[in-house]
């Protein structure tokens, strides 16, 4: 397979365009930053970019499942408008840091473009099943957590910037998971808390506790490890309907644009 086909898929032109639009605007000193995080298994490069220098952090990922790539694309078109409209946001990104690692699987963004139902990586491996967890479970004989490169990139990135809030965004069903059943009742509580006003903000549904790992299915995602490992708040959001068939079409971008805007300055 001649992987360097990658470079010429939409997202890739799209996330080129977006730093060379964003080197263009006159931003404040140190402002914003660009990371090159390391490779995917299939060598394609992995980014995540940084504006803000408040001492409260957030980060956000997105393209964990390779058919999602919806939420890479509105999460670049996001901090393009924050940083557009800086003067606006000026105080917000004085006093808050916003982390954004827009498609952590740029592999199977790749193969979903001929699968529009891939959602593993170039290994076939799903990401999302490869954090050690008290919920992880062995799938085959030669599974492990950590497996992946691009687990090991996020484990990484998180242990670089300590981020105090952590939101993954997934594809489909316009809703928050934010119940996790091995952290006690009090992170529970605040958990609730936070995604009842993102829930409102957003105007999307949360999720029962009961659906956080359902019957069969195995743990070990991104907010499971997040949480038992740093003790902050971890959301899931899924966003589109859930009636969307994969692929979901780019006609979709500007509703999930603007139902992830203005989200984080509930904080």
């Known amino acids: 397979m001649n992987h360097s086909i990658y470079e010429t898929t939409s997202y890739e032109r799209y996330r080129l365009n977006f730093e060379e639009t964003m080197v263009s605007y006159e931003l404040p ?8 995080l390391g490779e995917s298994f299939m ?12 001492s409260t952090k957030f980060l956000l990922t997105g393209g964990v499942h390779g058919r999602e790539s919806i939420n890479s694309f509105a999460l670049l078109s996001i901090l393009k408008y924050y940083a557009s409209h800086f003067t606006c946001y ?6 808050h840091t916003l982390y954004i ?5 740029p592999d199977g963004y790749f193969i979903s473009l001929s699968d529009p139902t891939w959602k593993n990586n170039g290994r076939d491996v799903d990401l999302n099943r490869n954090f050690p967890c008290k919920l992880w479970k062995k799938k085959w004989h030669t599974d492990a957590p950590l497996s992946e490169p691009e687990s090991n990139i996020l484990v990484n990135f998180f242990n670089q910037v300590r981020p105090d809030y952590y939101f993954d965004i997934h594809s489909r069903g316009k809703g928050i998971y934010y119940y996790r059943n091995t952290m006690p009742d009090s992170y529970n509580k605040a958990q609730e808390e936070v995604a009842k006003k993102l829930a409102t903000c957003m105007e999307y549904t949360l999720f029962p506790p009961s659906e956080e790992v359902k019957e069969g299915d195995s743990g070990g995602n991104t907010v499971q490890y997040f949480a038992e490992t740093y003790q902050k708040p971890a959301f899931t959001i899924e966003t589109v309907p859930d009636e969307v068939d994969f692929p979901i079409p780019l006609s979709y971008l500007p509703e999930v644009f603007s139902d992830l805007l203005d989200f984080l300055f509930l904080f």
């Open 29 to 36: 000193q140190k402002i914003y930053e660009r990371f090159f």
């Open 43 to 54: 060598k394609h490069p992995i980014f995540a970019y940084r504006l803000g220098v408040g």
């Open 90 to 95: 000026k105080d917000w990104f004085f006093s």
């Open 101 to 105: 690692l827009p498609m952590l699987n």
